[in-house]
């Protein structure tokens, strides 16, 4: 996608980097931070947003918040789970068909591990009232992960009324009129391409 | 043979799911209890229990726990890797696409379009989960906490879950 992704070239630096350039993510760097995402991603893929942003925009300085964005909107408009798609588009810019392997091993891991660990268990650990509680407590704060997501991928990319529109407009259509993600980010690309007055770059990257 | 229908299943399942994991579930019902009979829908909601209660994408929980419940611990590896299989080929073609057209000006305003409205999906789900997480005095006192360690103390996403985690565990119990 974006040239600004990691390249072979890159110099190795495993730490942001504001103007120059992506750190360069590891095959295994890769895996090591969609494990602990997976790890974490309970309730739903929207959970994770907020850690992948923390962990790949943030902290590793992997991809910039638009890049990210844009994996957003394509981890959404296709088929399958979230956070899937997610780290394997992460994992393949960063370093190509292993890189997505990697992510996605590391993505799917702790699932596995834990479904197959607590399959047997089930019954115990779900009736119990203290890991009900400790859900009960983990939803608002949820909420709060998913707001301050918003927020941060929202600041560069609603610049102006049109692009403030279009996002209320898909927030309408999505939690109230229940139209499906990827109809609305569809719809939204071929308002993008149709129109040249979205943005004052004509949709570059900033 | 099991397994090949397993994975077969759950290949159907990621195909046909759009717009992340609860999407899933009413597919994963008519495959898996009306179409093949595999489970009641009493074990069904089980799972749907489990997977809101484990981490990891719900998707991913159901194909794991249904794979297990049918095949063991093959099973559900079976299963697994057929939920994603469709992802991981429909996300790397289209990966693929967007690097050979990265410098073009068509994916550019494509992009132009589809970034505003990615923000709203987002802010649609924060709505989706406040439905079913901010139901009383309490929840939205937990989500005030919440809000003051995210914005002000900058605290780890991940601090914060497992911190309200243990305050819902004293608190609501």
């Given at each position: ?30 895996f ?6 997976g ?38 408009t ?34 596995i ?34 707001v ?24 309408v ?34 | ?26 597919l ?45 611990v ?41 970034r ?58």
């Amino acid at each position: 996608m974006d040239s600004r992704f990691a390249t072979d070239s890159e110099p190795s630096e495993n730490h942001r980097s504001e103007t120059g350039g992506p750190a360069r993510a590891s095959v295994a760097a890769l895996f090591w931070t969609f494990f602990r995402i997976g790890a974490f991603t309970i309730g739903g893929g929207y959970v994770m947003v907020p850690l992948i942003q923390r962990d790949i925009v943030e902290r590793r300085g992997w991809i910039d918040r638009d890049s990210f964005v844009d994996v957003l909107a394509i981890a959404q408009t296709a088929p399958g789970p979230l956070a899937v798609n997610t780290a394997v588009y992460v994992g393949y810019m960063l370093r190509g068909i292993w890189g997505a392997m990697a992510s996605l091993a590391g993505c799917i891991l702790p699932s596995i591990i834990i479904i197959l660990v607590v399959a047997a268990l089930f019954d115990q650990i779900s009736s119990s009232s203290y890991v009900q509680a400790a859900f009960a407590g983990i939803r608002p704060a949820v909420v709060v992960l998913i707001v301050s997501a918003a927020i941060k991928i929202g600041r560069p990319v609603v610049r102006s009324r049109v692009e403030l529109a279009l996002a209320a407009m898909a927030m309408v259509l999505v939690a109230f009129v229940r139209i499906s993600p990827a109809l609305v980010v569809t719809a939204a690309a071929i308002y993008g391409l149709l129109s040249r007055s979205i943005s004052g770059n004509g949709g570059k990257d900033a | 043979m099991i397994l090949l229908n397993l994975y077969l299943s759950f290949a159907k399942v990621g195909l046909f799911t759009f717009g992340g994991g609860y999407a899933m579930l009413p597919l994963i019902e008519s495959e898996i209890i009306h179409g093949r009979g595999w489970l009641t829908v009493r074990e069904f909601t089980d799972i749907v229990a489990i997977a809101e209660v484990t981490p990891g994408p719900i998707a991913v929980n159901s194909a794991t726990f249904v794979g297990y419940r049918l095949a063991g611990v093959l099973g559900g590896i079976v299963a697994t890797l057929g939920v994603v299989t469709p992802s991981v080929v429909i996300i790397l073609a289209l990966a693929m696409l967007a690097k050979r057209f990265e410098n073009s000006t068509g994916l550019a305003r494509v992009k132009s379009g589809m970034r505003p409205a990615v923000v709203g999906l987002i802010a649609a789900a924060a709505l989706t989960v406040a439905r079913v997480a901010l139901v009383d005095l309490k929840s939205i006192m937990m989500a005030a906490m919440a809000a003051l360690l995210v914005f002000k103390v900058k605290l780890d996403p991940i601090l914060v879950l497992a911190i309200s985690g243990l305050l819902g565990a004293i608190i609501f119990s």
